[in-house]
């Protein structure tokens, strides 16, 4: 049980890290609203959790018994590119304030590097599908975390008197490369 947890902390500080600037894209746009950013955090969830899963699988059953595992970059993208729409569709229907606030971001959860980084790591520290599901849905978690506790200081943020020359962009970089340096600081703690 204590490897478990172990294993739970460890992706989940680690990856908040590696999400932070893998994921870069998602904390310009979509994390000025904490709603929006929980929304994004949670389709990310699901992707990079399913992705994990769907992955794993053909890496395992399908590119490493035909011998074509130097095609897995090209089969993940792909992979993940269908999850997407497969949850841009869902919450077209049944979400549609969250599908319109997430706008752009939501495809790009395609080309998110922290969903594909995800993938291929599991598969390059040779994790099993149990694993890799774990691995990839608290990574998905710390994306989550990171996420919405951007968009809540930049909602703070938001409210203070900044310098012009650092609006916009450029505080949420120096906002992101803080939580970074904080998150940093739990790292071994369990």
């Known amino acids: 049980m204590n490897i478990i947890l172990l294993a739970i902390s460890a992706a989940l500080v680690n990856n908040v890290i590696l999400s932070q600037f893998m994921g870069i894209c998602p904390f310009l746009g979509v994390s000025k609203k904490v709603s929006t950013a929980a929304g994004m955090g949670g389709a990310v969830i699901f992707v990079m959790t399913i992705a994990s899963a769907v992955t794993s699988v053909i890496y395992h059953f399908v590119l490493v018994p035909l011998k074509l ?44 590097c922290a969903v594909l980084g995800i993938a291929l790591k599991n598969v390059q520290d ?65």
């Open 69 to 112: 595992s130097y095609l897995n970059t090209i089969v993940f993208i792909l992979v993940i590119a269908a999850l997407v729409q497969f949850v841009e569709m869902f919450l077209k229907k049944t979400i549609p304030s969250l599908y319109e606030a997430l706008g752009v971001y939501l495809p790009l959860i395609t080309t998110n």
């Open 126 to 190: 040779d994790l099993n599908i149990g694993e890799s599901i774990i691995n990839g849905m608290f990574s998905a978690v710390g994306f989550a975390i990171a996420i919405i506790v951007m968009a809540g200081i930049r909602e703070k943020i938001d409210k203070n008197d900044i310098p012009e020359s650092f609006k916009g962009a450029p505080i949420v970089l120096i906002t992101a490369g803080l939580m970074a340096i904080a998150f940093l600081g739990l790292n071994g703690l369990i």
